[in-house]
């Protein structure tokens, strides 16, 4: 439901976006656990750097009486003794990354860290899709147009045998 500047209330029909549920859902978790900014968990990786957001997430985010806030992180034993020593430059990076200052101490707690998710290669395609595939892409002159279309084509036969969705 949303009110239009008219004052004209307006309803939607049928299914709401599983999005909008678990974006609530998740500020209302994180929230709990000091986080009012949930960037600094749905963008760690960003904000923290790729290598070491594999090896540290962000726990908690507590406030103190002189207005100090502590980010308590989880780590692997490898990254540690490393978060450690890099602690005011990610407390900075994580500063310039929200304008202002979020952070001012990062403790740094022992844990299991879980693995990301990887995707399965895609398989290859047969030699009678690959000529249906070149077929397609015969007529197409523009070099990167083609080779857009190509990935596309690629990922999408590859796709219609894996889930088992007729193919047209």
């Given amino acids: 439901m949303s009110d239009e500047p008219s004052g004209i209330t307006i309803r939607r029909r049928g299914p709401k976006p599983v999005a909008e549920d ?8 994180l929230a709990k656990r000091g986080f ?12 923290a750097g790729r290598g070491l957001a594999l090896h540290c997430f962000p726990q908690k985010l507590s406030s103190g009486a002189n207005g100090a806030s502590t980010l308590t992180l989880v780590a692997d ?9 890099q602690a005011p430059k990610l407390i900075d990076r994580i500063n310039r990354y929200f304008g202002r200052e979020v952070v001012t101490k990062i403790k740094v707690v022992a844990g299991d860290i879980p693995k990301p998710r990887t995707r399965p290669a895609p398989r290859a395609l ?21 080779g857009a279309l190509e990935r596309l084509g690629r990922s999408a036969l590859a796709e219609s045998r894996k889930t088992g969705l007729p193919r047209r």
């Fill in 36 to 47: 009012a900014q949930v960037e600094l968990v749905t963008r760690w990786a960003e904000i």
């Fill in 22 to 29: 678990a974006l609530q859902l998740l500020k209302g978790h």
């Fill in 77 to 85: 034993d490898r990254a540690s003794l490393e978060l450690q020593h």
């Fill in 126 to 146: 047969t030699a009678a899709e690959e000529s249906e595939l070149k077929g397609w892409m015969a007529g197409i002159t523009d070099g990167d147009l083609r």
